[in-house]
């Protein structure tokens, strides 16, 4: 299991504030166009099946939004 209540803790902490943009491209062709609500259900999803393997790429998406607005804010992006 990639993430347990800590790293979620973590990541709703992290994300509350945060400075959203409303869109964010996180990769070549992959643009996410309502960054709150993206944030908001994808939180929901790793909260309400955490250990279950197939979701914890909802929990990989949202480190990655992290880590894009976490070198944003340190000016590397």
Same mark, same amino acid.
């Given at each position: 299991m990639k993430y347990a209540d800590k790293e979620i803790q973590e990541m +709703? +902490? *992290?994300f509350k504030t945060a400075d959203l943009p409303e869109t964010i491209e996180l990769s070549a062709g /992959?643009?996410?166009t309502n960054v709150p609500a993206f944030? *908001? /259900?994808h939180l929901q999803?790793?909260?309400? $099946?955490k250990g279950?393997?197939? *979701? +914890?790429v909802f929990y990989d $998406?949202?480190?990655?939004?992290? +880590?894009?607005?976490s070198a944003t804010e340190q000016g590397v992006a």
């Open positions: +709703e +902490e *992290f /992959s643009v996410i944030i *908001f /259900s999803i790793i909260k309400l $099946r279950v393997g197939i *979701f +914890e $998406r949202l480190l990655q939004v992290k +880590e894009k607005l």
